[in-house]
C-alpha cells in the first residue's frame, strides 16, 4: 500500500490547514500522526472502517479526521491552529485491526510525510 499525503504548509496561529492522503487501495484503519523535531511521532487522530473516531485531547474540537472511501483518502482538517501543532505530519494505515489510540510501532504503512508550520 502507498499513501501519499498533501496539503501542509505554513499558517499564522488561529488559521486553518486541511492535509489529505491518498492511500493506492482501500484500508480500514488510518491514523494521522506528528513528529517534531527531536521528539517522538505521537498519534493525532484516527479513523477505522466503522468511522470510529479517536483524537488526542490536544487537538479535540479543534481537528476533524474523517475519510472519502470511493477516493481512497484520508482527510484531516485543522483549525485554531497553534504553534505547537507544528512539526511532520505523517499519513499511517494498517489492514488489521489496531487499539484506539494505536502507537505508530501499530501501523504497517506510512506516507513521507507533510510539513505543518505554524507561526505565532
Given amino acids: 500500500v502507498q499513501l501519499e499525503e498533501s496539503g501542509g504548509g505554513s499558517v499564522q496561529a488561529g488559521g486553518s490547514l486541511t492535509l489529505s492522503c491518498v492511500a493506492s487501495e482501500y484500508v480500514p484503519y488510518m491514523g494521522w500522526f506528528r513528529q517534531a523535531p527531536g521528539k517522538e511521532r505521537h498519534l493525532v487522530a484516527q479513523i477505522n472502517g466503522y468511522d470510529d473516531l479517536y483524537y488526542v485531547s490536544s487537538v479535540q474540537g479543534r481537528f476533524t479526521i474523517s475519510r472519502d472511501n470511493n477516493k481512497n483518502a484520508l482527510i484531516l ?18 489492514p488489521s485491526w489496531v487499539p484506539q489510540p494505536a502507537a505508530a510501532s501499530e501501523y504497517k504503512y506510512w506516507g513521507q510525510g507533510t510539513q505543518v508550520t505554524v507561526s505565532s
Avoid at 482538517?77 to 494498517?94: H, I, R, S, V
Fill in 77 to 94: 482538517q485543522m483549525g485554531a491552529l497553534k504553534p505547537e501543532d507544528t512539526a511532520l505530519y505523517y499519513c499511517a494505515a494498517n
